[in-house]
């Protein structure tokens, strides 16, 4: 097991129709990393906070094996912060307020100890710094990043180098529509593929996500769960599912994957472990969003987890 | 066998960015009737058009079993016409016009011979004339009906009234979203199973589809196609070919169907049984949105029906 994510760790205010959380542990590689423990024995964090990132926070991940020693504490700088707001649907977050903060300076360093990551996710960051970041991984072998419209529109010739240097992406239906100028989402998947990366997961936040590769096109529905309360970090937790899932398919000392499947870069990874993969992505968001900030992730059972792709199988599937 | 619709039949002109067709058969009756021709021996067509309405467009019915004997044609009136344009990823019309000449008079009477009709399809019209029309048939064991934001913001109370007395209702999401105040779509169906219908069918355009009944909770993509030219009349080609499939189950003259299964007016469809029913909708109306008007249905194969039903089913599934 070696999986890795780099990506922000924020101070989030949130407002949605169901309450407000003011100054709550957040950002990408924070849900990445809480949801992928679900699945697998260690999740390597990098990132970098500010003097002012409560020590509160930093003891949350030690309910899981979450290792932080990627976790830059910088001095003289502050936290990211990030307030947003959901109104109606919920289906848009309204950005109150963004500060930067840390995540304006110099990008994190790869701890040497992490350089041998296998499997790397590279949350949503300027896209020279996810090349950098790449470049510091040798031993990476499954590369997955996010990105954002900011990055597709201002800086679309160095996303599309990382493009080239990853081979999966994981979007939400309106940037693949941005990125590729196709309006059809099968079409903006399949361009996106002519860009480099070999897996494409179009993200459709209630209606599901789509996987789009050369031999597999898989549409799985979100999981039906009525009790939305703060959509955030539902991207960043699916990833984390997701990829919790395919590291811990390769990895002999977790007990959720009894056989060592070791992982080929050059051949592609079977249609059949993807779509598994896509499918604990889609029950940890679930579970995040039923609460606000981590605290839907930090109560998941192995039995509810279970649960929950039972009945997301059963939601699907017809003569 | 006995399965019939009543709805709008119309001349339409058409723009997408694919192509503009002018003053084509069109309205939601002739959709339904084609879509559900496709897997039904026999269907019962009941609509009105004016003097103009071109010899032409009736010689079309006589492709597919259709009959047209509901099918007036009222003297001193004109046909119902519409003009809408779809822009952009083409999911909403634009109307540009419409001229409801004969649809704004008195309705159309259900022929004697059509009375004993079983399966029933309301297509979207004036609740109280859906429910007059639904008053005319006394062997209806199953009767669907669709309607419009017009209806939900204009003519609640009537609406609320036909909901109560048919079995099943087929609504788009904002409509579903509009009539129960619910913005999570699973909430919005069960508070619409709450108005009456047994059986709510939730139509997510590209998205796909969503079935919910008391026991069941299924969702279906749509049928992946990336040639759509002319989304009009995707909605009732769903209705037609869902509803033509269930009468086909219950129709021992239709080879498609080898098993006689008799319809309990009083007990529930089979889950497996819906199920199936909402796949061949959903490939009915991906064949119909591949061309302008009918063209689509007009040249649908046993074989062609086939392959995207396998398709379909090929795209969900997981372990």
């Known amino acids: 097991m070696s999986l890795l994510v780099t990506g922000s760790i924020g101070i989030d205010t949130v407002e949605t129709p169901h309450g407000r959380a003011e100054e709550v542990l957040g ?6 990393s809480f949801a992928a423990s ?31 020693s990627g976790l830059e504490r910088r001095r003289g700088s502050r936290t990211f912060r990030w307030h947003g707001r959901y109104e109606g649907d919920m289906n848009v977050a309204v950005t109150v307020r963004t500060d930067l903060n840390v995540l304006g300076e110099t990008g994190p360093a790869i701890p040497e100890a992490f350089r041998d990551s296998r499997f790397v996710f590279l949350a949503n960051t300027h896209p020279t ?23 597709i529109e201002t800086t679309r010739e160095e996303l599309l180098k ?26 903006a998947g ?13 993200k459709k936040g209630e209606h599901g996500v789509l996987l789009i590769t050369a031999d597999d096109l898989f549409v799985l529905p979100a999981y039906p769960t009525t009790a939305v309360r703060d959509p955030t970090g539902a991207g960043d937790s699916f990833a984390g599912g997701m990829l919790g899932y395919l590291a811990a398919m390769c990895d002999d000392s977790k007990r959720a994957a009894p056989r060592q ?23 940890a968001a679930s579970f995040a969003i039923e609460d606000f900030s981590l605290s ?5 059972s192995a039995e509810a987890l279970e649960e929950r792709l039972e009945r997301l199988r059963a939601m699907s599937g017809f003569r």
Chains 1, 2 share one sequence.
């Open 296 to 300: 839907g992730l930090r109560r998941v």
């Open 162 to 187: 990382t493009l080239a240097a990853v081979h999966g992406v994981v979007l939400n239906d309106g940037e693949a529509r941005l990125l590729t100028g196709r309006s059809n989402l099968i079409d």
């Open 261 to 283: 499947q070791a992982l080929d870069a050059e051949a592609s990874l079977p249609p059949e472990r993807l779509r598994a993969a896509l499918a604990r992505g889609t029950v």
């Open 38 to 68: 679900l699945f697998v024995s260690k999740v390597r964090l990098v990132g970098v906070v500010g003097e002012d990132f409560p020590s509160t926070f930093e003891k949350v991940f030690t309910e899981r094996p979450i290792d932080v």
């Open 129 to 151: 710094l996810q090349r950098d970041l790449l470049g510091q991984l040798r031993g990476a072998e499954l590369v997955f990043c996010d990105t954002m419209n900011l990055w």
């Open 190 to 202: 399949r361009a996106v593929l002519d860009l480099g990366p070999r897996y494409v997961v179009i």
């Open 27 to 32: 950002g990408s590689a924070v849900y990445f």
